[in-house]
């Protein structure tokens, strides 16, 4: 197998205008918790989902997806119920 890695050279054209604080994943920490941040990233990893069950018993479903942003650094994103069974997954 082989693969081929490309630079985005559109990356300017799919930022959005009105955001204009864009971080990278590694300055996450010196935000306050809960802090609305914007990060551009892609997704590196989604995990399978698995089905668990809460306190009250009710079962629910979960997936770990990992995003990695330009520089390499990579943050997990857990993904509840129906987030876990999104088209093109």
Request: net charge neutral; hydrophobic share 40%; aromatic share 8%.
């Amino acid at each position: 197998m082989s693969s081929t890695i490309n630079p985005l050279t559109f990356i300017e054209s799919i930022i959005p205008t009105k955001v204009s604080h864009i971080k990278s994943i590694d300055s996450m920490v010196y935000y306050p918790k809960n802090s609305l941040i914007y990060v551009i990233g892609i997704f590196y990893l989604i995990s399978v989902a698995s089905n668990l069950h809460k306190k009250n018993r009710i079962e629910t479903k979960k997936c770990i997806a990992i995003i990695m942003d330009i520089l390499g650094f990579t943050i997990d994103v857990t993904l509840w119920d129906e987030h876990c069974e999104i088209e093109g997954k």
